[in-house]
């Protein structure tokens, strides 16, 4: 029982699939597959603007939205809640772009009105960097809200990571007026890690036009070249994750997007009622919690490796620990991509089992 926020679990029919032979990826048979694909991805973004597929982990799309739209020097904000929006930045800070930054504290979301303050403070300020799902310390970003600051009042970029949020929370990434949105494989779109996804809307276009920065692997114009001229990537792709992707995607659709929506907000709640039940502390207020993944405050006394530890020996259930800072201080239950109310209460099962034998007395029964 995986549950990690990424890599998830993939459904029987996807690890299937993955283990066809190979084709040419220069054929008519992936140029068929990477439209299929290309088009059932638009939907789950919800957009008309361009989208690419890259051969690489969801950092690789991060790294592709600055390098596309950005100049060394240019000056932008970076709004960072945890683990991943400080890795955001550090990819802006190699790339030399004048980084002014917005540290959130933990647990907690970004304040649109301090967005719209440090936008008035700096006018040159060119794009906003901001994750959209924070898996290290579980929350939410109000996207929706930040956007109509950033796009709405100052029409600045607005470049997000979505990996851990992409078909799983709303995200409609024209509505919202998004530039560049990037995610990947392995965490809501339930298949195997090796591909990212990345959307790239009119206004990035114009900004690659006098976009600087080095690139080379991750050039958008040379896959829009290959995408619509040939039916291709630039380089070879991971053809096998494309074959688990095109039925997951098909998984997704069939079941609607607002159901699977829905889905990932009931199994969230039932994991919080679950965990505030045992008499355990989430560790993200409530009002931002992700639907994606739970952060739990580790009791005063527990030790959370023996905890995370016993759990994968003795349950065979694996959790994630906490990251950077929280490392000791939490740990994490990943319920998206391919998940079920069962897999989360064989979760509080075992919790049930080894919050004793760490020193914690659970106030409850799983439920
Ligand atoms: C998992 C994750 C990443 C990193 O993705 P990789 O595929 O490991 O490169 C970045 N941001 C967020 C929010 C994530 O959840």
Not at 158 to 164: G, N, P, R
Not at 337 to 360: M, Q, Y
Request: net charge neutral; glycine share 8%; hydrophobic share 40%.
């Amino acid at each position: 029982n995986l549950r990690i926020p990424g890599p998830t679990p993939c459904p029987p029919e996807v690890l299937d699939q993955v283990g066809e032979p190979m084709i040419n990826h220069r054929g008519p048979e992936f140029k068929v597959l990477i439209n299929s694909v290309t088009a059932k991805l638009k939907r789950v973004f919800q957009t008309r603007e361009d989208l690419f597929i890259l051969t690489s982990s969801g950092t690789g799309a991060m790294e592709a939205s600055i390098v596309n739209t950005l100049s060394p020097g240019d000056p932008v904000l970076c709004v960072s809640v945890g683990a991943f929006g400080d890795r955001y930045r550090a990819i802006a800070e190699a790339y030399g772009l004048n980084v002014t930054r917005m540290d959130v504290e933990w647990g907690k979301i970004a304040d649109p009105n301090e967005i719209r303050k440090a936008l008035k403070a700096n006018p040159a300020i060119k794009a906003v960097i901001i994750t959209h799902n924070e898996t290290s310390t579980g929350v939410t970003n109000d996207l929706a809200a930040i956007s109509k600051v950033v796009k709405g009042e100052f029409n600045k970029l607005l470049l997000v990571d979505a990996i851990s949020s992409m078909g799983c929370l709303p995200l409609p990434t024209d509505e919202w007026r998004i530039d560049v949105v990037g995610t990947s494989s392995q965490k809501g779109f339930m298949v195997p890690p090796g591909l990212a996804f990345i959307s790239f809307g009119q206004q990035a276009w114009q900004a690659y036009a006098s976009a600087k920065l080095p690139r080379n692997y991750f050039d958008l114009k040379a896959a829009k070249h290959y995408l619509e001229d040939l039916g291709q990537t630039p380089w070879t792709p991971a053809v096998s994750i494309f074959y688990g992707l095109d039925i997951s995607l098909d998984m997704m659709l069939a079941e609607g997007l607002e159901s699977v929506f829905a889905r990932h907000h009931r199994l969230a709640e039932y994991t919080r009622q679950n965990v505030k039940a045992m008499g355990l502390s989430l560790y993200a207020d409530e009002s931002c919690a992700a639907d994606t993944v739970t952060a739990v405050t580790i009791p005063e006394g527990v030790d959370g490796n023996r905890l995370v530890g016993l759990m994968r020996e003795e349950h065979n259930v694996v959790l994630a620990g906490g990251q950077g800072k929280l490392v000791g201080k939490i740990f994490r239950i990943g319920h998206l991509g391919h998940c079920s109310e069962e897999d989360l209460r064989a979760v509080f099962v075992a919790l049930e089992a080894v919050l004793p034998k760490v020193g914690f007395k659970p106030k409850a029964r799983a439920r």
